[in-house]
């Protein structure tokens, strides 16, 4: 019996630590993305560039106290609508930025760790989840880029590679722009 006092006052201490853990500062450089945001979502023409394909919108907000961010998002691409909810958090343990994804029309969840690399904040799935395996047998990995970051503004560019990282090409590309409240 004196042993399970002894650990649930171990673990009491623990969770009142926890709980008052400061919001990370990683956190903090994010919060400017709550809020509501038009996006205007643009499909790559080889030979043309991007192109306009229409509006979409997404919603974000912050939850438990800032330490997480959550997206509610509608694109629109060459493949038709995408719907997707994201979270966005910061995990100490291993000092990286943690991203999912997760879609409604194909039902995946992709796991994704992020760093800012030059001023943009830059997510891969290549260590932290399984590529889609295409038709032909290709593994198909992606990276989520959020770019020319703004307070008002932001661009979110997803590309994809079949050789592991060495090489990317663009799948697609979102101008986000903040609603006026």
């Known amino acids: 019996m004196r042993k399970l006092a002894v650990l649930f006052f171990v673990l009491s201490i623990f969770l009142v630590k926890a709980q008052d853990a400061e919001i990370p500062q990683k956190m903090k450089d994010l919060a400017f993305m709550e809020g509501t ?7 790559n023409k080889k030979d043309k560039g991007w192109s306009s394909i229409g509006s979409s919108w997404a919603n974000i907000i912050l939850e438990h106290d800032g330490r997480f961010i959550k ?3 509608m694109y629109l691409t060459d493949f038709g609508e ?24 194909y039902g ?10 030059d001023g943009n904040l830059i997510f891969t799935n290549l260590e932290s989840d399984k590529p889609v395996i295409m038709g032909d047998g290709q593994e198909l990995s992606f990276r989520l880029s959020y770019m020319d970051v703004e307070s008002h503004k932001f661009t979110h560019m997803v590309e994809g590679t ?8 663009p ?7 903040k609603s006026k409240d």
Do not use: C, P
Not at 37 to 43: G, P
Not at 162 to 169: I, N, P, Q, Y
């Open 37 to 43: 945001w038009s996006i205007e979502n643009f499909s």
């Open 71 to 73: 997206e509610q998002a």
């Open 82 to 105: 995408i719907n997707m909810i994201t979270h966005i958090g910061f995990d100490s343990r291993i000092n990286s930025y943690k991203l999912s994804a997760m879609d409604k029309e």
């Open 108 to 117: 995946l969840m992709d796991i994704y760790f992020g760093e800012w690399v």
């Open 162 to 169: 079949f050789d592991k990282g060495k090489t990317w090409f």
């Open 171 to 177: 799948f697609s590309k979102s101008v986000y722009t």
